[in-house]
Structures are given as C-alpha cells and as structure tokens.
C-alpha cells in the first residue's frame, strides 16, 4: 500500500519593503546595506543578511570568499556563527537576507543555499522559537516565512541522531 502524503510550508508575499512592520524594515535595510561589505571578489555576487535577537540588538553579515573557493563561506553562516558565538544567550528572531551584483543597485531574488537552512534549522532548534525569515524577491517584493520549517522541510535535527 502506498500512502500520498501532502506536505504543507507557507509563506507571505510582501508587496514591498514599505509594507512589512517597522522593525522588519530596519532589519531589511540593514540587510542590504551589508551588501557594501560583502567579500566577493570572485562571484561579485554580494550578499548581505541582517539579524534582530531577543534583546533587540541588530547584527550583519556577508558572504566572505576566498582563493581557494570551498573555504568561502555564506552570509547567512558567517552572521549565524559570529551571533552564535557572541551572543549565545539570545534568541534569534529575525533573519533577512538580499543579494545584488557588483557595480549594481538593484536587489535581486535571495535564497539561501541548502547549508545555511541547515544551519538555520539547528539554532532555531537550539533556541525552541521559531526565527522568523525575510527573502528580497522578484520586483522589490519580500517573501516572508514564519519559521525554519518552511525553508527546510524534513529537516535533520539532533532528535535523529
Ligand atoms: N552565497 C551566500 O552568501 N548565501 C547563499 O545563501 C547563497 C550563496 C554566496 C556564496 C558565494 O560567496 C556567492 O554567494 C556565490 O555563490
């Protein structure tokens, strides 16, 4: 017997960056104004993200290239372990992530690759909240997810292992 399964994620559409809270807002125009600090000097593709913790306080990150490429790391990473290690008492409530191209100023669709969901899944998980996700999307649209779940269904947890 085979059992179909219908697995549900949801998501918002925001019609522009104007129409999300204010305290999204801030969060996502930190998270693009990273992008002047990203170190992509081999893809030029620059990415910035933005956190807001439990406490308030607000913190970026940006994808960090190398020579020898795989030693790279992502945005999202870089701001997750540098909170992660400083910060570590703090719930993570609010992540936005955008990306544009070098020498340009438009923000183009961001979506964060299959490793930093993962990592995303194990500090949501650590911390027992969901962490609430901004992605800029198609035509200054922002998609909002309520939870890690959304991004990454069947998630790898600690509770398999
Ligand atoms: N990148 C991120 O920073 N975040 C993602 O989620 C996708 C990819 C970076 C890695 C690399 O520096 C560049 O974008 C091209 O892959």
Do not use: W
């Not at 998501?11 to 999300?20: G, N, P, Q, T, W």
């Not at 669709?109 to 027992?128: D, H, I, K, S, T």
């Amino acid at each position: 017997m085979t059992e179909k399964v219908q697995l549900n994620i949801s998501y918002e559409v925001v019609s522009s960056i104007a129409a999300l809270t204010d305290q999204e807002q801030q969060v996502m125009h930190l998270a693009q104004q990273a992008t002047q600090n990203a170190y992509a000097p081999y893809s030029n593709y620059l990415v910035g993200a933005a956190l807001m913790l439990s406490d308030g306080s607000l913190h970026q990150g940006t994808n960090q290239e190398n020579a020898a490429y795989p030693s790279g790391l992502c945005a999202e990473r870089t701001l997750l372990f540098g909170v992660g290690s400083n910060f570590p008492d703090q719930t993570m409530d609010l992540l936005a992530v955008t990306v544009r191209r070098r020498h340009e100023t438009h923000f183009l669709p961001a979506c964060p690759c299959g490793a930093c969901r993962q990592v995303l899944a194990e500090y949501q998980n650590r911390q027992g909240k969901p962490m609430k996700l901004l992605m800029q999307a198609e035509g200054g649209k922002i998609i909002r997810l309520q939870q890690v779940e959304d991004l990454l269904p069947f998630m790898f947890t600690k509770d398999q292992l």
